[in-house]
């Protein structure tokens, strides 16, 4: 896990967009901030960058390449599975059989977007602190 790389979010929702940018914006980390309108553009970055992402945050119903197709496809591919970048499933709702195929897919978190900003905000923040913290196999010191 490159914790120097960029956060991509995986959002088709312009609004949503603008709420992750402010977030991020007042939570002042460093990492580039890369927004993809769904997950063919995202597949396609991820495939063909030589950067390695800090972590990625994916809505789950996009246009193209929803989601859980993009995790599949990420999580089949040996070269990706292997760069550790922690893949964590964020959207509006949580259906049950949502959250059942989002963990077989070896995601590593499901949330439900909060209502309010500093709630987004501050869960933000746990997330990010919290991935700061753990060691992954390509970059232990």
Known sequence: MNKNGPILIIEDD??????FSLVFKQLDYKNEIIFF?????ALTYLTNKTTEPFIVFSDINMPKLNGMELRKQIHENEDMRLKTIPYLFFTTSAAQEDVIDAYSKSIQVFFVKPA???ELKSLMATIIEYWLKCESPNYVK
């Open 14 to 19: 312009i609004d949503d967009q603008e709420i």
């Open 37 to 41: 309108n769904d997950g063919q553009e």
């Open 116 to 118: 309010g900003f500093q």
